[in-house]
């Protein structure tokens, strides 16, 4: 069973930076993709940011700019830089992680309070 333990969070003031990290229990190599998704109150969970196993990236349209995902290949550790953090990044983040098999694994997920 594959382990997503996420850190960082909380509250942040408009125009802040935070960064989430989420650690897995195996290699991430052996993942197709890791990343983040959100959900904001009322809302449907929509996809933040994904590295890929070749190191390529996606963002969803709202942070393409502001925010910046990395990974650190020796922990096992994807990185999600934010930056000038608006009220609407309000929301609870999810770290995801699909195998190759297309198994997809969740972490408990993370709240982070843009506001002033």
């Known amino acids: 069973q594959v382990q997503l333990v996420e850190s960082g969070g909380g509250l942040v003031q408009p125009g802040g930076t935070m960064r989430l990290s989420c650690t897995a229990s195996?290699?991430?190599?052996?993942?197709?993709?890791m990343g983040w998704y959100r959900q904001a109150p009322g809302d449907q969970l929509e996809l933040v940011a994904l590295?890929?196993?070749?190191?390529?990236?996606t963002y969803a349209d709202s942070v393409t700019g502001r925010f910046t995902i990395s990974r650190d290949n020796a922990n096992n550790t994807v990185h999600l830089q934010m930056t000038n953090l608006k009220p609407e990044d309000t929301a609870v983040y999810y770290c995801?992680?699909?195998?190759?098999?297309?198994?997809?694994?969740w972490g408990k997920g993370t709240l982070i309070t843009v506001s002033s």
């Open positions: 995801n992680a699909n195998d190759l098999s297309g198994r997809g694994y």
């Open positions: 590295i890929h196993r070749i190191g390529s990236s």
């Open positions: 195996r290699s991430i190599f052996s993942f197709n993709a």
